[in-house]
């Protein structure tokens, strides 16, 4: 009896569906909001018309935007609410129900089992080596754009995984340190010994390390017994790049500074814990210009872009990103099926038009409507040299109806002042508003260290209006020409702090 019910309401449900799919009055189209049952008084319907239509809905005037996209939001009464669209040549009316009692809960108890999923261990350790690409996370949490991260690794390294928790390892970096790392990142290529003693056979000793000019960088040496992890960040006030070596005691009672030096003002070692070591670079510079970690052979080696010689856009390459794009990856599609590939794309190739006017060189990640990954991104703007990348995405969220506004994002705090400089000239336009400036944001292009890096969300493409302003290449010219007087800001701060001009 039970199941003969729910079968024939959902026959119902889905006549009742199909039937109001269809609400159409002449060219003015719902496309969202034809609902049975609702749990929120604050209704919200959109749909489509000719560009600029007036009609009404309930009574209430409504105006169709200039891409043809429509919405209101209607207060609905408790129970059955009528809701008619009119315009001169007839009307339609649907029905749509609002309920008070609460919107019962859809459980998905395959993710709820995933998330309270704790660390399966292993009787004995994994022996892992890390690919090209790796990274560590802090823990086993997780959001749309994956877990937290803490850096990037050399290839090579090898970890002892102790315990797995759904896709990640948990690896062992010292005696009381843990992190996590994806499956897909790691080699498999053992297990220890039955009689491994991680605090006696795993630890290595730091060895005699150097710092010297290497043309276009600051090159620090680190003599290391052994490819180990290590965790890297860098610091502002003061400025300095730390390297936590782990699985390594100290052991290092000489360390040569070489004459010359353009970034590093000089290094120094502690011991933090018995099997961790810190090698602290004090930096002479005010700006960063990036940095890249590797291993070559069993020494780590830190290269610190020089400041450039002649702080001025047209001696910078900047690197320009059109966030998606390829048959894949559409981005964000707007209700008038404007899509954000595309919109990025055009932003790209204005912003590039208009750098180059001032002098600049540009490398654009994708010149065309193809398909990228983010590791294809950045080693474009590696093997390029870019001083400075620039990735232009359209945000989505928060409704229809609601016009949140720019941001920009970093991910380290030394490009905070960039994406502020950049952020300060786009809330300044007019009908924009400003949805904020966004910290360690866990944007895989940020993450890279190689060259200061600033996502710029320019607006929601899911809001009608903005969507609106974002069809209209008058105003991605003008979005992007807010971009680029925030950057030459950055450039002439940097130049000044640098002590390269006066103001
Ligand atoms: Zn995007």
């Known amino acids: 009896m039970r199941k003969i019910f729910s079968f024939s309401a959902v026959v119902a449900m889905v006549a009742i569906a199909f039937a109001a799919n269809a609400v159409q009055v002449g060219n003015i189209v719902v496309k969202r909001g034809v609902v049975d049952t609702v749990y929120r008084a604050k209704h919200v319907v959109v749909g489509m018309a000719d560009p600029g239509a007036q009609f009404t809905v309930n009574g209430k005037s409504v105006k169709a935007y200039k891409t043809g996209t429509w919405g209101i939001e209607l207060q609905?009464?408790?129970?059955?609410?009528?809701?008619?669209?009119?315009?001169?040549?007839?009307?339609?009316?649907?029905?749509?129900?609002?309920?008070?009692?609460?919107?019962?809960?859809?459980?998905?108890?395959?993710?709820e089992a995933a998330m309270a999923e704790k660390a399966k261990f292993y009787p004995t350790s994994l022996k892992v080596s890390t690919k090209k690409y790796s990274y560590l996370n802090y823990g086993a949490g997780t959001d749309r754009l994956g877990g937290a991260k803490i850096n990037y690794l050399s290839q090579g390294i090898e970890l002892y995984a102790d315990a797995e928790n759904?896709?990640?390892?948990?690896?062992?970096?010292?005696?009381?340190?843990?992190?996590?790392?994806?499956?897909?990142?790691?080699?498999?290529?053992?297990?220890?010994?039955?009689?491994f003693d991680f605090m006696q056979d795993n630890v290595v000793l730091s060895e005699s390390s150097s710092v010297y000019n290497a043309g276009d960088c600051d090159r620090v040496s680190i003599g290391v017994g052994g490819k180990k992890p290590y965790i890297v960040k860098?610091?502002?006030?003061?400025?300095?790049?730390?390297?936590?070596?782990?699985?390594?005691?100290?052991?290092?009672?000489?360390?040569?500074?070489?004459?010359?030096?353009?970034?590093?003002?000089?290094?120094?070692?502690?011991?933090?814990?018995?099997?961790?070591?810190?090698?602290?670079?004090?930096?002479?510079?005010?700006?960063?210009?990036?940095?890249?970690?590797?291993?070559?052979?069993?020494?780590?080696?830190?290269?610190?872009?020089?400041?450039?010689?002649?702080?001025?856009?047209?001696?910078?390459?900047?690197?320009?990103?059109?966030?998606?794009?390829?048959?894949?990856s559409n981005g964000a599609v707007g209700l008038s099926g404007l899509k954000e590939k595309d919109m990025n794309l055009d932003m790209a190739y204005q912003l590039k038009d208009i750098l180059e006017k001032q002098g600049a060189k540009v490398v654009l990640s994708r010149s065309e409507d193809v398909g990228m990954s983010i590791r294809e991104r950045?080693?474009?703007?590696?093997e390029n040299k870019v001083d400075i990348a620039i990735s232009i995405h359209c945000?989505?969220?928060?409704?229809?109806?609601?016009?949140?506004?720019?941001?920009?994002?970093?991910?380290?705090?030394?490009?905070?002042?960039?994406?502020?400089?950049?952020?300060?000239?786009?809330?300044?336009?007019?009908?924009?508003?400003?949805?904020?400036?966004?910290?360690?944001?866990?944007?895989?292009?940020?993450?890279?260290?190689?060259?200061?890096?600033?996502?710029?969300?320019?607006?929601?493409?899911?809001?009608?209006?903005?969507?609106?302003?974002?069809?209209?290449?008058?105003?991605?010219?003008?979005?992007?020409?807010?971009?680029?007087?925030?950057?030459?800001?950055?450039?002439?701060?940097?130049?000044?702090?640098?002590?390269?001009?006066?103001k």
């Not at 950045?378 to 590696?382: E, P, S």
């Not at 989505?396 to 950049?422: F, H, Q, W």
């Open 76 to 111: 609905l009464v408790p129970g059955e609410n009528n809701i008619k669209i009119e315009d001169n040549a007839g009307s339609a009316t649907f029905k749509v129900f609002y309920s008070t009692t609460p919107k019962p809960v859809k459980r998905d108890l395959a993710r």
């Open 166 to 195: 759904q896709n990640l390892y948990r690896v062992r970096l010292s005696g009381n340190r843990h992190a996590y790392i994806p499956k897909s990142q790691v080699e498999v290529i053992g297990k220890v010994a039955p009689d």
């Open 234 to 328: 860098e610091y502002t006030n003061p400025h300095k790049i730390v390297i936590d070596l782990y699985g390594v005691q100290c052991n290092s009672n000489w360390l040569t500074h070489k004459t010359g030096l353009k970034s590093v003002d000089n290094i120094d070692v502690e011991s933090i814990d018995s099997d961790v070591t810190r090698f602290t670079v004090y930096l002479k510079t005010k700006s960063s210009w990036g940095f890249s970690v590797d291993y070559k052979g069993n020494n780590l080696v830190l290269d610190i872009k020089h400041v450039p010689a002649q702080l001025y856009l047209k001696n910078l390459t900047i690197g320009i990103d059109a966030g998606h794009g390829g048959p894949e």
């Open 378 to 382: 950045q080693d474009k703007f590696i």
């Open 395 to 502: 945000n989505a969220g928060g409704g229809p109806l609601s016009s949140l506004g720019t941001s920009t994002y970093y991910r380290y705090n030394v490009y905070k002042s960039l994406t502020e400089d950049i952020l300060g000239y786009l809330m300044q336009m007019e009908g924009v508003n400003n949805f904020g400036m966004v910290g360690n944001f866990n944007f895989s292009l940020s993450a890279i260290t190689d060259f200061p890096c600033v996502l710029v969300e320019t607006l929601f493409i899911s809001s009608l209006a903005e969507e609106e302003k974002l069809a209209d290449a008058q105003f991605r010219r003008a979005m992007m020409e807010n971009v680029a007087k925030g950057l030459v800001d950055y450039i002439k701060e940097c130049r000044v702090a640098e002590g390269q001009a006066k």
